[in-house]
């Protein structure tokens, strides 16, 4: 079954230090990848996504994430973390052949001052 | 402004009682999506729609229905079936069923009295 797991529930950073949200996917079916970033009672916003091109892919607000098949991975950075960076962060997976989006369970990124 | 609305921002039901969700998008897109969020957890498929007069249930469609008689709007209805409907509603919509991106609009909570 096609699956998508983020590996932490919550992240905890000091203002202006990196940032990195763990993914990983179930590697059955070649897929394409997505980051999206929830503020608290908001719509899903897309920051980046991978659809078979370039590994190292950029987004919004300065993240980017890297596509690493071997490791069925797709963990999402950004060098230095903002305020308004908090938020809860989706790791979406489709593959090829499925019209369905598959959501991991979010990661929740807390900023300190 | 291009985008997708969805109204109330809050919503309560009684006991017994449906009560509808409404989505209106003006991106021209042809599919529309409805999902359920619920805290620490992903979203979770309720019904989608290709195109106008067609629909499919998704991963948790009992105790909902959803129309699309026109290609802007994708009305759900909590029926009074759907024994826990305390959650966050969020619609989004893609150009079509093949476009992997999809655009969500800022979501309904609905709360039971």
């Known amino acids: 079954a096609q699956s998508v797991t983020q590996l932490d529930s919550h992240v905890s950073v000091s203002e202006g230090t990196p940032v990195l949200l763990r993914c990983n996917y179930s590697s059955s079916y070649s897929p394409s990848l997505f980051w999206y970033v929830q503020h608290p009672n908001k719509g899903l916003q897309l920051l980046l996504k991978?659809?078979?091109?370039?590994?190292l892919v950029k987004g919004i607000n300065g993240f980017e994430a890297e596509f690493k098949k071997s490791e069925t991975s797709f963990h999402l950075t950004k060098p230095s973390a903002h305020m308004s960076d908090a938020a809860e962060y989706f790791c979406v997976v489709r593959y090829t052949g499925f019209q369905k989006l598959v959501f991991g369970t979010g990661t929740r990124l807390l900023v300190s001052p | 402004d291009g985008g997708i609305t969805q109204s109330p921002k809050y919503l309560f039901r009684k006991e017994g009682q449906n009560v509808t969700l409404s989505c209106e998008q003006n991106?021209?897109?042809?599919?529309m999506y409805w999902y359920r969020q619920d805290p620490g957890q992903g979203l979770r498929l309720i019904y989608y729609s290709q195109i106008v007069n067609d629909f499919q249930k998704g991963d948790i469609a009992e105790g909902y229905s959803v129309s699309r008689e026109k290609k802007e709007s994708f009305p759900l209805t909590v029926t009074s079936a759907q024994k826990n409907p305390t959650a966050f509603y969020l619609c989004a919509s893609s150009i079509n069923a093949g476009q992997e991106t999809q655009y969500f609009g800022p979501g309904t909570r609905l709360l039971v009295l």
């Open positions: 991106l021209n897109h042809d599919a």
């Open positions: 991978y659809t078979s091109a370039a590994t």
